[in-house]
């Protein structure tokens, strides 16, 4: 069963003050790898999709990696506006590979 | 925006009753798909409509069904309603029959007294 365990649960940060979100995945095959936020009672926002090791994508003050077992997200000089629950989630290439299993999220808050 | 419409935004129910609940996807999306959010539990994934045939189920319970229309939209059904099916349900969307990168809606809280 695929399985996706993010840490911490939660962090507070200091605007400005740069950290990592941990994402690691048990999977048989990786299709995808996805980061997506999401704001108090509103639906998950998508941000990046990582289809293999190595890979990088950037977007503003964030940079997801991935590993072959673990993905990042690195928050750079966060803002009190990137506030929010990040989720990550794997598709696997096999049978299921129709849904998205999702972690817990890891909550952020920076303040200002 | 994400072009996801779900209602009603909140419900508020009794146990034992039954309830349904209304997606309309993003323009263009062929896929549909529902979640089940709950505290403990996170984002589990409970049922996928790919241009109304039924794709993928999750842990979808037996009281709960769902259907997708000629004219894509979806609904969720949920009955005999217990005190533990009080959460967050969403709909997501995509263009593709494999998910990638999922376009949500803003959910219907569920509260079941």
């Known amino acids: 069963e695929d399985q996706v365990t993010q840490s911490p649960e939660a962090l507070r940060l200091q605007e400005g003050e740069s950290s990592s979100l941990n994402c690691s995945y048990t999977?048989?095959?990786?299709?995808?790898l996805f980061w997506y936020r999401q704001d108090p009672g509103k639906g998950p926002e998508f941000l990046f999709t990582?289809?293999?090791a190595g890979e990088e994508k950037e977007k503003e003050r964030l940079k997801a990696t991935l590993t072959k077992k673990e993905s990042f997200l690195h928050i750079t000089a966060p803002k009190p506006e990137d506030s929010a629950t990040y989720l990550c989630?794997?598709?696997?290439?096999?049978?299921?590979?129709?849904?998205?299993?999702f972690g817990k999220g890891t909550l952020l808050t920076v303040n200002p | 925006d994400s072009g996801v419409t779900q209602t009603p935004k909140h419900l508020i129910t009794a146990t034992g009753q039954r309830v349904t609940l209304r997606c309309s996807p993003r323009?263009?999306?062929?896929?549909v798909y529902w979640y089940q959010q709950s505290l403990d539990q996170g984002l589990q994934f409970l049922i996928q409509?790919?241009?109304?045939?039924?794709?993928a189920k999750g842990n979808i319970l037996e009281r709960f069904s769902a259907q997708q229309f000629p004219d894509l939209h979806s609904e969720l059904n949920l009955s005999s309603l217990e005190l533990g099916d009080s959460a967050l349900y969403f709909c997501?969307?995509?263009?593709?029959?494999?998910?990638?990168?999922?376009?949500f809606g803003e959910g219907s809280r569920l509260t079941v007294l």
């Open positions: 990582l289809y293999s």
């Open positions: 989630a794997v598709q696997a290439s096999g049978g299921s590979n129709y849904k998205l299993t």
């Open positions: 409509y790919y241009n109304g045939e039924e794709r």
């Open positions: 997501a969307s995509s263009r593709r029959e494999s998910p990638g990168e999922l376009f």
């Open positions: 999977v048989s095959g990786l299709r995808g």
């Open positions: 323009s263009g999306d062929l896929s």
